[in-house]
């Protein structure tokens, strides 16, 4: 046969068929996606500021870009919202993928601004003293340098600085963003790695203690992966179980009302194995990310070790992400499922609550403290989770907004208590600080009775949403339970209050440095919202209200 003639065969098959004028084109939506863009937009344009402008330029130039593409984020956010788009006008967008509704929008502003506030933390560069004349951040010098190495001592010398923590930053907050808001498996598996792998590198980026630091993010990053790959293998499950990513899909397979079923796929649809144990994967995956027993094993270690405004950043929107998701996954696709998950949500919310308040008891260094703490406030969420309810949904989105302030806000005091070791982490080092450093110690004071959920702070205003939902919730033994671990995790907060105020300080104590306008910005905005929240919580409770249904 000529070559003519399969030519022609070609071009007259090609015709008949037609496939061309069948591929429609996508539909996105790019003012509803607006937020996630503008974050991705500018973390590409931090990635060509390290390619081609000169290193003196940099650090003034990643802060600027970072800090407009996070206000314009949240500006988009509270557009979208103000035009309808948490409640009447709320829908499933990007052709399936992306879900713009209250709970989305609602958790995107906090997440942004989280990465605001601990964008000021990063970029603080007074706190440490000058090194050959130039002022340094908390970040190594030359990130790829082995610790204690020649070359790591000429970056010192020179004043490198890794001006690359900002693009990383704005990388995972457009993961955070997507996270929450995804509708599909696929989509939520790759927000996951979006944010987690920028995290794993942050955490190993620490100045001072890099041995400590890399360690860190090496546990951080073999316990991810195995939390990604349960994740994968357990949407690889659901996918055959309803021969479909979507969660509409899914979920209506689950109760029972899906009319088309594929041919192809029927022999494996409805099977209850695949279902239950590819939806156990994907929960221990977000369990994970959310340090909920017996998930939490890294989150000691890598608080600890990791830079500390990395530590705030990740401790707050890492949590508002996941839980976001985890809503998502449960109420949205997995609510035919409740009488399977809610016990044992109950077990793990127990489990969290009394696991991270006692052993915080025994903790000597503030930020394991801290760690352990935040391990105790996941399951006093899991509690609004458990409702079931759309005041559990409110209540958990509050929750969320009151908890990342104040995280952030105490891991920005803790930056500032400092001995010739870089910061003074030892419990012991803060006795006294309240007669060295009374506004300090004070702010930290406010931020540990937020913690331990005293009256008049946005931690009580936090608790008692999601314990009244979730006793309205028939959750009565559970809010019991939470009450004992408060009252358990009260003990080891006002322990290092009695500890700054009424020790006396040791002559070899730790100074609190003074820091630049960035850090002090962090904290006053913490303080604001800890108080606010706590003394008029109610039209941010309304808010969250409005913002509480979910669109499928």
Not at 168 to 179: E, R, S, W
Not at 328 to 347: Q, S
Not at 528 to 536: E, S
């Amino acid at each position: 046969m000529s070559a003519t003639a399969v030519h022609s065969l070609w071009t007259t098959a090609a015709t008949a068929a037609d496939p061309i004028s069948k591929i429609n084109a996508p539909k996105i939506e790019y003012w509803q996606l607006s937020p996630t863009l503008v974050i991705l937009g500018a973390a590409l344009i931090g990635v060509l500021v390290e390619a081609f402008v000169p290193r003196r330029a940099r650090y003034l130039t990643q802060v600027l870009v970072s800090a407009v593409a996070l206000i314009l984020g949240f500006v988009a956010v509270v557009l979208l919202a103000a035009d309808g788009y948490g409640t009447t006008k709320a829908h499933i967008a990007a052709m399936g993928a992306i879900a713009v509704d209250g709970p989305s929008l609602f958790l995107q502003g906090v997440i942004l601004l989280s990465g605001l506030v601990g964008l000021f933390t990063f970029a603080e560069r007074r706190l440490d003293p000058e090194a050959h004349g130039n002022r340094v951040d908390s970040f190594a010098a030359q990130a790829a340098s082995v610790p204690g190495s020649d070359s790591e001592k000429a970056a010192v010398k020179a004043g490198f600085t890794t001006t690359e923590v900002f693009p990383l930053l704005l990388f995972a907050v457009a993961g955070m963003l997507v996270f929450p808001s995804a509708n599909d498996l696929l989509t939520l598996f790759v927000a996951l790695e979006v944010f987690s792998l920028p995290l794993y590198l942050l955490c190993a980026l620490a100045r001072r203690k890099r041995l400590l630091s890399q360690e860190a993010a090496v546990k951080y990053f073999l316990l991810g992966a195995f939390a990604s790959a349960f994740t994968l293998f357990g949407i690889a499950l659901l996918y055959g179980y309803a021969g479909s990513m979507s969660y509409s899909t899914i979920a209506q397979v689950v109760d029972g009302s899906i009319t088309n079923i594929n041919p192809a796929l029927a022999d494996t649809m409805g099977n209850d194995a695949l279902l239950l144990i590819g939806a156990a994967m994907i929960v221990m995956g977000l369990l994970f990310k959310v340090g909920a027993v017996p998930f939490h094993m890294w989150t000691p270690d890598v608080y600890q070790g990791a830079p500390t405004p990395v530590t705030g950043f990740m401790a707050a929107a890492t949590k508002v992400a996941a839980f976001g998701a985890l809503l998502r996954l449960l109420y949205v696709v997995l609510p035919g499922l409740r009488w399977d998950w809610r016990p044992v949500m109950w077990g793990v919310a127990i489990i969290t609550m009394l696991g991270g308040a006692i052993v915080a008891i025994t903790q000597t260094d503030i930020k394991r403290l801290l760690a352990y703490s935040s391990i105790a406030h996941a399951g006093f969420i899991l509690a609004g989770v458990i409702a079931t309810s759309r005041d559990g949904v409110s209540s958990v989105l509050f929750y969320l907004g009151a908890y990342s302030f104040v995280t952030i806000g105490a891991f920005a005091v803790v930056t500032l208590v400092r001995d010739a070791g870089g910061e003074a982490t030892h419990l012991s080092k803060w006795a006294g600080l309240g007669r060295r450093s009374p506004l300090v110690a004070a702010v930290f004071a406010v931020f540990l009775l937020s913690f331990a959920g005293i009256p008049l702070t946005a931690g009580f205003a936090g608790k008692f949403a999601v314990f009244k939902a979730a006793a309205a919730g028939g959750a009565a033994p559970l809010v019991v339970v939470g009450v004992l671990s408060s009252a358990i995790a009260a003990f080891f907060y006002i322990r290092v209050i009695v500890l700054m105020f009424f020790s006396e300080p040791r002559p070899d104590g730790p100074t609190v440095a003074v820091p630049s306008p960035l850090t002090m910005a962090t904290i006053g905005v913490a303080v604001a919202a800890t108080l606010v929240l706590g003394v008029a919580p109610q039209y941010f409770l309304d808010l969250a209200n409005q913002a509480g249904v979910f669109v499928r």
